[in-house]
C-alpha cells in the first residue's frame, strides 16, 4: 500500500498531544468523583468568553471556580510535575509556570463545544495560556457515549485531518491551548447527573510577556 501523502504545510497538521493514563492513584480519583457528586446543585451553565451563554455553540455546565475542592492542590501539583515532559512532547517553548487554572466541566444527553481555542489575545485571563489539558472521570458502568476530544488541523477548510481522542476514565490529554478543538456531542439515554461526562479543565499559563 503506498504510503500517505505528508501535510503541505504546517498548518494542514494536527496540533501534538500527549496522554497520561491513570494520572491520580485510585483513591485520589474516587474521593473527586464522590465530591464531585455531591455538587450537582453547585453547577451552572458554561459561558463563553465575556460571560456570555450561547448554547448553538457550547453546551454544558461547571462549577464556578470559586467552589472550594480538596482535591485541587493535589491535582495542581501532578499537572505542575508533568509539564517538563508536556513541553518536550508538544514542541513548546520552554516557559516558566506562572499559574495553573482549573475547572470542573459536566456533559450530558446532546451536550458539546463547537471547534475553538483556548486562548484570546483580548481577555487578560486567556491570552498567557500556553497548556491546555483535558481530565476525564465518570461513574461506572459508564453512562454515555460519544464525547470525544477532537483536535483539529490549524487551517480550516473541508477535509482538513483531525485526531480523536476517546474521554478515558482516569486519563488527562495535554496539547497546545492555541491549537483547535472541540467536544463531539455526547449521548446520555438516563439524563441522570451521575451519568454525565465529568472533567477536569486545566490551562498552565507562561507569565504575562514585559511590555
Given at each position: 500500500?503506498?504510503?500517505?501523502?505528508?501535510?503541505?504545510?504546517?498548518?494542514?497538521?494536527?496540533?501534538?498531544?500527549?496522554?497520561?493514563?491513570?494520572?491520580?492513584?485510585?483513591?485520589?480519583?474516587?474521593?473527586?468523583?464522590?465530591?464531585?457528586?455531591?455538587?450537582?446543585?453547585?453547577?451552572?451553565?458554561?459561558?463563553?468568553?465575556?460571560?456570555?451563554?450561547?448554547?448553538?455553540?457550547?453546551?454544558?455546565?461547571?462549577?464556578?471556580?470559586?467552589?472550594?475542592?480538596?482535591?485541587?492542590?493535589?491535582?495542581?501539583?501532578?499537572?505542575?510535575?508533568?509539564?517538563?515532559?508536556?513541553?518536550?512532547?508538544?514542541?513548546?517553548?520552554?516557559?516558566?509556570?506562572?499559574?495553573?487554572?482549573?475547572?470542573?466541566?459536566?456533559?450530558?444527553?446532546?451536550?458539546?463545544?463547537?471547534?475553538?481555542?483556548?486562548?484570546?489575545?483580548?481577555?487578560?485571563?486567556?491570552?498567557?495560556?500556553?497548556?491546555?489539558?483535558?481530565?476525564?472521570?465518570?461513574?461506572?458502568?459508564?453512562?454515555f457515549a460519544g464525547g470525544a476530544l477532537r483536535l483539529h488541523a490549524f487551517a480550516r477548510g473541508e477535509g482538513r485531518a483531525f485526531t480523536d481522542i476517546a474521554p478515558r476514565?482516569?486519563?488527562?490529554?495535554?496539547?497546545?491551548?492555541?491549537?483547535?478543538?472541540?467536544?463531539?456531542?455526547?449521548?446520555?439515554?438516563?439524563?441522570r447527573f451521575a451519568d454525565s461526562r465529568f472533567s477536569i479543565n486545566c490551562w498552565i499559563h507562561r507569565p504575562v510577556p514585559a511590555q
Amino acid at each position: 500500500m503506498a504510503a500517505a501523502s505528508p501535510p503541505s504545510s504546517p498548518l494542514d497538521r494536527v496540533a501534538p498531544f500527549v496522554l497520561y493514563p491513570d494520572f491520580l492513584p485510585t483513591d485520589e480519583h474516587r474521593a473527586l468523583l464522590d465530591w464531585t457528586l455531591e455538587q450537582e446543585t453547585a453547577f451552572r451553565v458554561s459561558r463563553l468568553v465575556g460571560g456570555t451563554v450561547r448554547t448553538t455553540i457550547r453546551s454544558s455546565q461547571r462549577l464556578p471556580v470559586d467552589v472550594p475542592g480538596p482535591w485541587k492542590a493535589s491535582f495542581e501539583a501532578r499537572a505542575r510535575a508533568l509539564v517538563p515532559t508536556m513541553i518536550e512532547a508538544l514542541a513548546v517553548q520552554p516557559f516558566v509556570i506562572d499559574m495553573i487554572e482549573l475547572n470542573v466541566v459536566r456533559h450530558n444527553h446532546g451536550d458539546f463545544y463547537r471547534r475553538h481555542i483556548d486562548t484570546a489575545i483580548r481577555n487578560e485571563n486567556r491570552r498567557t495560556r500556553t497548556i491546555s489539558a483535558v481530565y476525564y472521570f465518570h461513574t461506572e458502568p459508564q453512562g454515555f457515549a460519544g464525547g470525544a476530544l477532537r483536535l483539529h488541523a490549524f487551517a480550516r477548510g473541508e477535509g482538513r485531518a483531525f485526531t480523536d481522542i476517546a474521554p478515558r476514565q482516569n486519563q488527562l490529554v495535554a496539547f497546545p491551548s492555541w491549537a483547535p478543538h472541540e467536544v463531539m456531542p455526547i449521548t446520555c439515554p438516563s439524563g441522570r447527573f451521575a451519568d454525565s461526562r465529568f472533567s477536569i479543565n486545566c490551562w498552565i499559563h507562561r507569565p504575562v510577556p514585559a511590555q
